[in-house]
């Protein structure tokens, strides 16, 4: 068959709208929950024109995650309809066993700059990396797993393991430093934080990756573990070990090494955080509360693990333990403010949604969910741009809502060659 070597590559973007950065990138995205939708989101909301991959009639399990939102007899998962959004969806039974799935995969291929995937079995399916860049020398290939791929070493049996989030977090050295210290068991961090961390290594990888090809026309594949994004973002852990032979140990909110920098509850039963590093800020705090800089010295009370672990330094802790726990959480925040003491209130999804100082940064914006066909709020973009900003264009869409205009637009099918895929099931 290999009609793919006789199409035309056609630039991007010719079906989403012209906006950001990115405009002129292509991404096609094979994956789900949570760590490829999600790079594949932030390139798309800078103006890539992104084809998200889902199996036919079955869609991408992302879509059924609870919480879901329903409207009348329309029904759509809350993470979908955040991270979906300015996508197009092109059904694909992905098997090399099949002529022309393999001929409208090696197609988007040659018209793609990016290939985002966390399936882990691609050989399996007949896909390798020497293939597509034949294809597309140019091509940028994200792999996106637990333990990592095999050809950029490790232990096969390890690179082949499944994995979620909390796995990640857990075998990656994160779980082990958060939480409070022994007898409490060690905590994951919510909201799949380790699925995100590894898309936003994942989104530098494939950015790094796409300047070098378009410099030198020569593509490359980029691997992204969750395990060692993880681990990436453990500071100084792995020195602390090599260097000096110590293993970080969970502290629950307290900060080791100075203070004040600590969770501490407040008279009306929430919380606030209270950080204050070097001899400066310190010094500030320690004036805050009342108290004798001379004897509630940096030095000997809050400047070291010795000092802050202090019969000096655990009267200092236990002084603004009882300071804070007798205020208001807002009005002691706006007092140590005045004072240019840094400090914060735990929020709540709640609290943030009625942020004044959330609402004039933009950080919420309104748009059509393709699949409940109604209006949506959602969280907006980070980071802000001056020249080139984010926007949605379009909600989340339905499965396969953009399957015939790609296959059309891009691809160059007639109709009746759609009409005979989709017969067939390839569609």
């Given at each position: 068959m290999e009609r793919w070597k006789e199409i035309e590559r056609i630039p991007a973007p010719v079906i989403v709208?012209?906006?950001g950065p990115l405009t002129?990138?292509?991404v096609l995205m094979t994956g789900s929950i949570v760590a490829a939708p999600f790079s594949a989101s932030l390139l798309a909301e800078y103006g890539a024109e992104v084809i998200h991959i889902e199996r036919p009639k079955v869609g991408d399990p992302y879509r059924e995650q609870a919480p879901v939102v329903k409207h009348g007899d329309k029904r759509v998962s809350a993470g979908w309809i955040q991270e979906a959004r300015n996508k197009l969806s092109l059904t694909l039974e992905i098997n090399f066993?099949?002529?022309e799935s393999r001929e409208i995969f090696l197609s988007l291929i040659k018209n793609c700059d990016v290939w985002v995937e966390n399936m882990v079995w691609t050989e399996k399916l007949g896909i390798t990396e020497k293939m597509l860049l034949e294809v597309n020398p140019k091509l940028v290939i994200a792999h996106i797993s637990g333990f990592g791929r095999p050809q950029f070493g490790g232990v096969p049996s390890e690179c082949d393991r499944p994995s979620y989030d909390p796995i990640g977090q857990a075998e990656g050295?994160?779980?082990y430093v958060n939480g409070f210290p022994e007898p409490s068991p060690p905590s994951h961090a919510a909201t799949f934080i380790n699925d995100y961390l590894t898309?936003?290594?994942a989104v530098n990888g494939i950015l790094m990756a796409y300047i070098h090809a378009q410099k030198t026309g020569q593509g490359q594949a980029v691997d992204i573990a969750q395990i060692e994004a993880m681990s990436k973002v453990l500071n100084d852990t792995f020195v602390q070990y090599f260097l000096l032979g110590k293993v970080r140990e969970r502290k629950g909110n307290k900060v080791a090494i100075f203070q004040p920098g600590n969770l501490f509850k407040t008279i009306?039963?929430?919380?606030?955080y209270i950080g204050a590093y070097g001899p400066a800020v310190y010094g500030r705090f320690i004036k805050a509360l009342g108290l004798d800089l001379d004897k509630y010295s940096h030095e000997a009370a809050g400047g070291s693990v010795e000092a802050i672990n202090s019969e000096l330094g655990l009267e200092l802790n236990q002084i603004a333990t009882e300071w804070v726990a007798a205020r208001e959480a807002e009005k002691a925040k706006e007092y140590l403010l005045n004072l240019k003491v840094p400090?914060?209130?735990?929020?709540?999804?709640a609290e943030l949604a009625d942020s004044e100082h959330y609402e004039k940064r933009g950080n919420f914006v309104q748009y059509v969910d393709e699949t409940l066909e109604e209006t949506v709020k959602a969280f907006g973009f980070c980071p802000k741009m001056s020249a080139t900003p984010a926007q949605v264009w379009r909600g989340a869409p339905k499965i396969g809502q953009d399957t015939e205009v790609i296959l059309h637009t891009i691809l160059g099918y007639s109709e009746s060659e759609i009409v005979?895929?989709?017969?067939?099931g390839v569609i």
């Open positions: 709208p012209t906006y002129g990138m292509r066993r099949i002529p050295g994160y779980m898309a936003m290594f009306d039963n929430k919380y606030l400090c914060g209130i735990v929020r709540t999804s005979d895929f989709k017969e067939k």
